[in-house]
């Protein structure tokens, strides 16, 4: 079936260096994404999103990028600080109904000091 | 301003058993939807409630159902519990349908341990 999954479970970078977390999608039909932070303990924090008719698209020290050639979406995040250390998910519209958003299984990122 | 509110945090039941979460949404957001997350998982939807109707339902048994309230709340029940139903609930609210946008609220979820 479609899904919506991750390259890395786990993702370990220095503070102050940059990181760069992926997701693949197979659904071709999906036209917006989403990219969540969660935290230990706590729901998932919404960051970024971004439409299909998109390719990147910029926030605070975040940014996206699509490419729905290669069905593959990615979340950079400049000067990562020991604050980002959580788990990120991608998440797509459309799969499990126009409402619903389907998760993937996270990556895990860790700042190192 | 209060977030999404859920209760309770944590709570044990046993296998048949059956279980009553509740979640109140942010002041104003009349939409509510509760997701499934198991360790080391990505959240699962299971419903969402639109003005006290059920606008979506995803891939879980009819043992799972919820409900929406006048005031948006919502309660999520669970019968004949099963050692797999353990997960941290979530629930998340959004002002409209929130067809064109993925910015759901969501609270610190209820975690449920199944023994």
């Known amino acids: 079936g479609e899904s919506v999954g991750l390259h890395l479970p786990t993702l370990s970078v220095q503070e102050g260096d940059n990181s760069i977390i992926n997701c693949a999608y197979s659904?071709?039909?999906?036209?917006?994404f989403i990219w969540y932070k969660q935290e230990s303990g706590k729901g998932p924090q919404f960051i970024i999103d971004?439409?299909?008719?998109?390719d990147k698209r910029q926030g605070q020290r975040v940014t996206v990028l699509l490419n729905k050639t290669v069905k593959h979406l990615s979340l950079q995040i400049a000067a990562t600080q020991p604050g980002d250390s959580a788990v990120y998910f991608c998440?797509?519209?459309?799969?499990?109904?126009?409402?619903?958003?389907?998760f993937g299984s996270g990556t895990r990122l860790q700042v190192q000091p | 301003d209060a977030g999404v509110t859920q209760s309770p945090t944590h709570l044990i039941k046993t296998r048949g058993q059956q279980v009553t979460l509740r979640c109140s949404p942010i002041?104003?957001?009349?939409?509510v939807s509760w997701y499934q997350q198991v360790l080391g998982q990505g959240p699962q939807f299971i419903f969402q409630?639109?003005?006290?109707?059920?606008?979506g339902r995803g891939n879980f048994p009819d043992r799972f159902s919820a409900r929406q309230f006048p005031n948006y709340s919502s309660e999520l029940n669970v019968n004949a519990l099963l050692l797999g139903d353990s997960a941290l609930y979530l629930c998340?609210?959004?002002?409209?349908?929130?067809?064109?946008?993925?910015?759901?609220?969501f609270g610190e979820g209820s975690r449920l341990t199944v023994l």
């Open positions: 998440a797509e519209k459309g799969v499990a109904g126009r409402r619903a958003l389907t």
């Open positions: 002041s104003g957001h009349k939409s």
């Open positions: 409630y639109y003005e006290k109707e059920e606008r």
């Open positions: 998340a609210s959004s002002s409209g349908l929130a067809e064109n946008t993925g910015e759901l609220f």
């Open positions: 659904n071709s039909a999906s036209d917006y």
């Open positions: 971004i439409r299909s008719n998109m």
